[in-house]
């Protein structure tokens, strides 16, 4: 099935893409200049071992390769996101009556 997506701007679509091609351009879209850019070649990512699997993940097709067939995601595509919310803690009064109900509890079977 193609990916297809459409992209807009203040005054409407401005371009249609179908599985990474661009299909239409609106005839008045123009890209807007990007400031200071230049071609920047990075060098392509060390060998190494999995964490997660423990196979050896060399460049980075290999790694989202090993990361779409382990369904996991880089730590670099979760910054900015909001943090885990806090537990509220429990007291230690809680936490004591839990203790003992479940002493009794195994006491009781034993």
Do not use: C
Request: no cysteine; hydrophobic share 30%; charged share 35%.
């Amino acid at each position: 099935m193609p990916s297809f997506s459409s992209r807009y701007d203040s005054k409407g679509k401005y371009i249609e893409i179908v599985d990474d091609v661009v299909t239409w351009v609106r005839d008045d879209y123009k890209e807007p200049p990007r400031p200071n850019s230049s071609t920047f070649i990075m060098e392509d990512l060390k060998p190494f071992r999995s964490t997660v699997d423990g196979s050896i993940v060399d460049g980075r097709v290999a790694y989202r390769a090993h990361n779409k067939r382990n369904n996991v995601v880089p730590t670099e595509d979760l910054k900015g996101l909001p943090t885990k919310p806090l537990v509220a803690e429990t007291s230690k009064a809680h936490r004591d009556e839990t203790k003992q109900r479940i002493a009794e509890i195994i006491n009781e079977r034993y």
